[in-house]
């Protein structure tokens, strides 16, 4: 027999989900988000760049779970496939090919770091200040339908086929930059 959280999340149909269900949804986001701020800061604050990158796969991940959290398996999927996937191997690959240093790196620490820190507190207090006025006290619904993968397919393979196929030539030239920028040498 499956729980209704479990239901909520196959059916399309909107099913009311219980205060205990909720509660360890809101758990899980919890945590992974804990993980994900830890992992963000410290792929800012580390000097090797190899374990930055490792980070930065933390981070995907956490996003990819979020998305898994949202019930948006599409989207989970593509952040898997191509943020973890492609693009972290890209990155890999860039900084073998530039030769960047894999030890620690003194060269990498600022004296005005303050002045980033700054800048992210700022940005950080717009955006909650934004998001406070914009939605209050309003709650998300807990019976939100489910958008599927088909759903979602459809929208981007038709009514936003030119923004996908743009972003695809801009990925495209990304590579070919990167591949001419490490071929200097």
């Given amino acids: 027999m499956m729980s209704s959280a479990l239901l909520a999340i196959q059916s399309t149909n909107p099913i009311a989900l219980t205060p205990n269900e909720l509660w360890v949804i809101n758990t899980f986001f919890y945590v992974i988000a804990a993980v994900g701020i830890v992992a963000a800061l410290k792929m800012v604050t580390t000097k090797n760049v190899v374990h930055a990158a490792l ?16 019930g948006a398996e599409f989207a989970a999927a593509t952040q898997v496939m191509v943020y973890i996937g492609a693009v972290m191997v890209l990155l890999l690959f860039g900084v073998m090919l530039t030769r960047a240093k ?4 003194g060269d990498l620490d600022y004296d005005s770091k303050w002045i980033g820190g700054l800048s992210a507190v700022s940005m950080f207090a717009v955006m909650g200040y934004s998001l406070w006025e914009a939605f209050g006290t309003d709650e998300l619904p807990a019976d939100m339908a489910v958008q599927r993968t088909g759903q979602v397919a459809n929208s981007i393979f038709s009514q936003y086929i030119v923004p996908f196929e743009a972003l695809s030539m801009l990925l495209l030239a990304a590579l070919i930059g990167a591949v001419v920028v490490a071929r200097r040498d």
């Fill in 55 to 70: 980070y930065l796969l933390v981070v995907l991940t956490v996003v990819a779970a979020t998305y898994i959290v949202l």
């Fill in 102 to 105: 894999i030890g620690d790196d």
